[in-house]
């Protein structure tokens, strides 16, 4: 089963393999996406607002609400939007938050064009406030 998704190698338009056959089955995430053309690279993001300040201290779905909104601005700053990422890099400290970062990241990323991911449990990041951080690729 292939399943590719809009965009075509070539066109400058991502294509997205959510499932291609031989793979498991996809939570939310591509098992491949071929693109070409300029690549925006945005940072770890994590759960601090414009003012430094942390948000949701011990509240897992506003720290990765506030790490989306994060990647959105980053995003936006390069000429670029979340329907453009390709690529997710997930960092959690608490693995008990998985369900919560799906339904969050639900809320940002196409479900028809999910980019490639890949979540790792952390010990810590540099805040031990912080649970979530996550880096982004995106084809522009």
């Not at 959510?18 to 939570?27: D, I």
């Not at 996406?33 to 779905?61: E, H, Y």
Request: aromatic content about 6%; glycine content about 8%.
């Amino acid at each position: 089963m292939h399943l590719p998704t809009a965009g075509a190698r070539g066109t400058g338009r991502p294509e997205h393999f959510v499932r291609p056959e031989g793979t498991p089955p996809v939570s939310g995430y591509s098992h491949a996406v071929a693109f070409s053309g300029p690549m925006v690279a945005v940072s770890g993001q994590v759960p601090v607002d414009a003012a430094g300040r942390l948000v949701g201290k011990d509240d897992p779905a506003a720290q990765i609400t506030q790490v989306f909104e994060n990647l959105a601005a980053a995003l936006a700053a390069a000429g670029a939007t979340m329907d453009q990422v390709v690529k997710l890099t997930v960092f959690l400290t608490d693995l008990a938050d998985l369900g919560e970062f799906r339904r969050v990241r639900d809320q940002y990323i196409s479900a028809e064009r999910p980019p490639a991911s890949s979540l790792v449990q952390v010990g810590a990041l540099v805040n031990p406030d912080f649970r979530v951080e996550v880096e982004a690729l995106a084809a522009t």
